[in-house]
């Protein structure tokens, strides 16, 4: 017959508290993840759009038949002026986006980080108080261990004089 245990095996109590970790950990990686693609992607829609907004601002003004050389270079300092604007405001934007986005992923890290602690601190906690159940126990079974020794001991003792007192009484009849 077999002598291994047909049901699964259960895990300990530090088993699973590792395993805790790692899936926050696991999640905190994904999500730090995610953050990242949505900026990125942020930032290249934020991009289009300038470049879009460029774009269209520079076909308004190659539309426009200006006959004055005066009207033209109005015009021509009124779209490059337009279009730093476009390009600072995409700029400031994308830089709004990266910041949200660098906030978000050490927010979550320290969020994980913290969890991370107080479940190490969790399991230092459970690890002092299991070695000090142990040392109880341990105490109280060498303690044990001492009086029944010695209660044998006094047994003995008593069993071997009795035994003395016996053969001296045989050995006088």
Excluded: C, Y
Aim: glycine letters at 2%.
């Amino acid at each position: 017959m077999s002598t291994k245990s047909t049901k699964p095996e259960e895990k300990g109590f530090f088993d699973r508290v590792i395993e805790t970790i790692e899936e926050f950990w696991d999640g905190t990686k994904e999500k730090a993840e995610d953050v990242k693609e949505t900026t990125v992607e942020t930032f290249e829609a934020v991009k289009d759009k300038a470049e879009d907004a460029i774009s269209d601002l520079k076909k308004k003004v190659a539309s426009k038949k200006v006959p004055a050389a005066k009207k033209g270079a109005l015009v021509k300092n009124d779209v490059a002026a337009k279009t730093k604007k476009a390009a600072a405001k995409a700029k400031a934007t994308v830089a709004d986006v990266k910041a949200k986005a660098e906030t978000q992923a050490k927010e979550i890290i320290a969020k994980a980080k913290s969890e991370s602690a107080a479940t190490k601190k969790a399991i230092a906690d459970n690890t002092s108080k299991a070695k000090k159940a142990v040392a109880e126990v341990k105490a109280k079974a060498e303690e044990k261990t001492k009086s029944i020794t010695s209660k044998i001991k006094a047994d003995a003792s008593k069993a071997k004089k009795t035994m003395v007192t016996k053969k001296k009484a045989a050995a006088a009849h």
